[in-house]
């Protein structure tokens, strides 16, 4: 079982920058890819950004390329999301996700959600 805690969610400008972490408790966590997906009302769970096991291969959104970078510390059990230049479109709950396979299935294979931290940017 791994349970994951988000926090570093809030309000920001438009430009402005936030960083999110997540973090990671339980057996073998650091053996799973680790992930970021947002969701708004009425919307499916997107994938905005995951990393692998030892964090030598990142996959990202189009929608956040060039202004989200995914990095994962094993030593301290955390993944975080610097998010840069954020846009009011951004505005989302973010889901830290851990599983075997996110970089080939996306959302299909997270195993394990965090319980989501809100991210408001105002224009």
């Known amino acids: 079982q791994v349970q994951l805690v988000e926090s570093g969610g809030g309000l920001v400008q438009a430009g402005g920058s936030l960083r999110l972490s997540c973090e990671a408790s339980g057996r073998a966590w650091s053996s799973y890819e680790m992930g970021w997906f947002r969701q708004t009302p009425g919307n499916e769970r997107e994938f905005v950004a995951i990393?692998?096991?030892?964090?030598?291969?990142?996959r990202y959104a189009n929608s956040v390329k060039g202004r989200f970078t995914i990095s994962r510390d094993n030593a301290k059990n955390t993944v975080y999301l610097q998010m840069n230049s954020l846009k009011p479109e951004d505005t989302a709950v973010y889901y830290c996700?851990?599983?075997?396979?996110?970089?080939?299935?996306?959302?299909?294979?997270?195993?394990?959600w965090g319980k989501g931290t809100l991210v408001t940017v105002s224009s």
């Open positions: 990393i692998s096991d030892m964090g030598f291969a990142t």
């Open positions: 996700a851990a599983g075997p396979s996110l970089l080939a299935d996306g959302t299909g294979g997270v195993r394990y």
